[in-house]
Structure formats: C-alpha cells, structure tokens
C-alpha cells in the first residue's frame, strides 16, 4: 500500500496546494452565494418588484451575512447622505436567519475538503492548506462589492437626484472576504483532521 503525499513531505506541491485553496476559496464563495438564492431569492424577488435585478438584491443579503452592510447613499442637489442597512435584520422572511450561517458552513467544507484532498498530516498543515482560501474568496468578495452595487439618477424641475446602493467595500474584502475565511476554512480543515484521527 503507498503512502499518501502531504504537504510537508514536499510531495504534494506547496504551490499547488496555495493554488488549489485559492480556487476553493472561489468555488466556495459562489457555493455560498447561491445557497443565499435558494433560500431569500422569492423573497428579494417580493421585496424589491423589479426595481433592483433579483441576483443584486440576494448579493446584498449574501454580504450581510458575512456583517457587512449595505451602503445606501442619496442626493438632492447638493443635499447628501450615507447611511447603511442590514437587510437580514429588517427582513420578515422566516429563514432570513438561517443565511448567517451559510459562509461559515461554506467555509467549513471547504477547509475539510482541502484537508482531506491534500492529505493535511498534523494541525499545521491543515491551517496551511485552510488559510490560502482566502486569496480566492476575497478576490470574489471584492469584485461582487463592485458589481452588486445599483443606482439611479434623475431630475425633478431641473434638481439633480441621485441614489446608490452597495456592499461596503472595505468591510466585503477585510471582513468578509479575508477574516471569515482565515477563522473558517482552517478550522474546517482541523475538523476534518481530528474526525479523521478518531
């Protein structure tokens, strides 16, 4: 029977596996995000009638479950403000809750998978094959911050209106896109080595 390869033992490329974590971190960030569709889509759907595309109005939600909030920002002439808002916490949708449980559970997954994948021998390499999920779920929180936002702009008797809604976009790379992974995929990947010991 042959041994498997590990990180340690230099058989398992150290790049390779920094590349594979960072893919993971991609696939788990849109695992995550669609499961935030499945579970608030009808509602966003209801809630915003058309007036904000569906996959915008979930992203929101998605953002918010990781505790970042939407900025919504708005002008009247040369009157302005910022305020933000956490849809979760306003929604009346039953499983509105559920959906701050959806990144870490992402997450977990896939720390576990890459522990097991990669064969993660001792709890440091399990950290070290966890950690690099964030590169790819970071690069994907930073880019749906950007594409997630919506405006609209307008006139009414020559005054100028303007209005926009996001994700904040320091907190969706900082806490969202680098903390959770750094706290969750690791901890998946322990979880699995200790589950696999027994």
Same mark, same amino acid.
């Given at each position: 029977?042959?041994?498997?390869?590990?990180?340690?033992?230099?058989?398992?490329?150290?790049?390779?596996?920094?590349?594979?974590?960072?893919?993971?971190?991609?696939?788990?960030? *849109?695992? /995550?995000? @669609? #499961?935030?569709?499945? &579970?608030?889509?009808? +509602?966003?759907? %209801? =809630?915003?009638?058309?007036?904000?595309?569906?996959?915008?109005?979930?992203?929101?939600?998605?953002?918010?479950?990781?505790?970042?909030?939407?900025?919504?920002?708005?002008?009247?002439?040369?009157?302005?403000?910022?305020?933000?808002?956490?849809?979760?916490?306003?929604?009346?949708?039953?499983?509105?809750?559920?959906?701050?449980?959806?990144?870490?559970?992402?997450?977990? *997954?896939? /720390?576990? @998978? #890459?522990?097991?994948? &990669?064969?993660?021998? +001792?709890?440091? %390499? =399990?950290?070290?094959?966890?950690?690099?999920?964030?590169?790819?779920?970071?690069?994907?929180?930073?880019?749906?911050?950007?594409?997630?936002?919506?405006?609209?702009?307008?006139?009414?008797?020559?005054?100028?209106?303007?209005?926009?809604?996001?994700?904040?976009?320091?907190?969706?790379?900082?806490?969202?896109?680098?903390?959770?992974?750094?706290?969750?995929?690791?901890?998946?990947?322990?979880?699995? #080595?200790?589950?696999?010991?027994?």
């Amino acid at each position: 029977m042959s041994r498997q390869p590990t990180v340690s033992d230099g058989t398992t490329p150290r790049r390779s596996s920094i590349a594979a974590s960072a893919g993971l971190g991609v696939l788990a960030a *849109a695992v /995550g995000y @669609l #499961l935030t569709y499945l &579970l608030i889509g009808s +509602d966003v759907r %209801e =809630a915003f009638d058309g007036d904000v595309a569906t996959w915008k109005g979930v992203a929101w939600y998605f953002y918010n479950a990781h505790l970042v909030d939407i900025e919504v920002s708005g002008s009247v002439g040369s009157f302005g403000g910022t305020d933000t808002m956490n849809l979760i916490a306003e929604s009346s949708a039953t499983n509105a809750g559920l959906l701050y449980v959806v990144p870490p559970l992402a997450l977990l *997954a896939a /720390g576990a @998978l #890459l522990a097991r994948r &990669l064969h993660a021998a +001792d709890f440091g %390499e =399990a950290v070290a094959v966890g950690a690099p999920v964030a590169i790819g779920y970071a690069v994907v929180m930073g880019i749906g911050a950007v594409v997630a936002e919506t405006g609209a702009e307008g006139s009414f008797f020559g005054i100028g209106l303007s209005g926009s809604m996001a994700p904040e976009l320091a907190p969706a790379v900082l806490l969202g896109g680098i903390l959770y992974p750094l706290v969750f995929a690791p901890t998946g990947a322990a979880l699995a #080595l200790l589950f696999a010991e027994r």
